[in-house]
């Protein structure tokens, strides 16, 4: 049977993965550089609210299995990406 975690992280990601495919047909339909500018300006919104969410259910379904330590080192790895992301 399949852990309920690993559930949620496989239907986030299909829901992400359609987000991203509904915005490139988006882009395709409207054929405006602007339009396009702004849809992956939203985009660039949801992947990191989903790399948050996707590992907070990890971390969850595996408490148990790690240590304090690693989750730590987890949150500060994902925590460096995000400021990386948002520097020049």
């Known amino acids: 049977m399949i852990e309920r975690a690993l559930l949620l992280m496989i239907v986030l990601r299909i829901?992400?993965?359609s987000v991203d495919i509904t915005a490139a047909m988006l882009m395709y339909k409207f054929n405006d550089l602007e339009?396009?500018?702004?849809i992956n300006t939203l985009l660039a919104l949801?992947?990191?609210c989903v790399l948050i969410i996707t590992t907070g259910f990890a971390l969850i379904g595996l408490a148990e299995k790690i240590?304090?330590?690693r989750m730590?080192?987890?949150f500060a790895g994902i925590t460096l990406i995000l400021i990386?992301?948002?520097?020049n």
């Open 46 to 48: 949801v992947g990191p």
């Open 35 to 38: 339009k396009a500018f702004y």
């Open 84 to 87: 990386s992301l948002k520097s």
């Open 67 to 69: 240590s304090v330590t």
């Open 72 to 74: 730590i080192c987890l």
């Open 15 to 17: 829901f992400s993965g």
